[in-house]
């Protein structure tokens, strides 16, 4: 392998790692979080955690995505915004369900990652996707690349249902 090329999968294997990883304290949702993402059957489930103050055109776009997304007739999905209980957000733009958590919940579920912020969770509860999302207008494809590919990873409702009632 050249230097040329051992330097290429150093820079590759350092992008990946520094990659936003969920806080640990992300995988188990607050209960008013799980009682959303449980209201209906669902191949995928997003939880938004929009910046709520500062950039609204950062909420927006991502809103704009999720609901796009939300809105499609074979969607099998549930999405829940997370915001503090005390923010006043311009309610309309936000997709899904709105759960507003007490400060100190709210501080504790959206961890250390800069906001705004996707999750993207299987059925099953595994993290398909969790990031931050930077304000500018590639962001929005890229997002919706990887809400395709964290689809990959699931079966449709009809089909998991299928396998979970087979021995």
Not at 7 to 19: D, N
Not at 51 to 75: F, K, R, T
Not at 105 to 118: A, E, I, N, Q, W
Request: net charge positive; glycine share 4%.
């Amino acid at each position: 392998m050249s230097l040329q090329q051992r330097i290429l999968w150093l820079l590759a294997t350092v992008t990946l790692l520094s990659c936003a990883r969920p806080d640990s304290t992300i995988g188990s949702h607050p209960e008013q979080v799980t009682h959303a993402l449980a209201a209906k059957p669902h191949r995928l489930a997003v939880v938004f955690l929009p910046q709520v103050s500062g950039c609204n055109s950062c909420d927006q776009m991502i809103s704009a995505v999720i609901s796009e997304w939300q809105a499609a007739p074979d969607a099998e999905m549930v999405v829940v915004s997370v915001i503090p209980d005390r923010a006043q957000p311009n309610d309309p733009w936000l997709p899904g369900a709105i759960v507003r958590l007490k400060p100190e919940d709210y501080r504790r579920y959206k961890g250390k990652s800069p906001l705004p912020r996707v999750q993207v969770w299987s059925a099953d509860g595994t993290l398909l996707l969790s990031r931050s999302v930077p304000n500018n207008g590639l962001q929005a494809e890229l997002l919706t690349e990887e809400m395709l590919a964290a689809r990959s990873f699931t079966a449709p409702i009809a089909v998991a249902s299928r396998k979970a009632k087979s021995p």
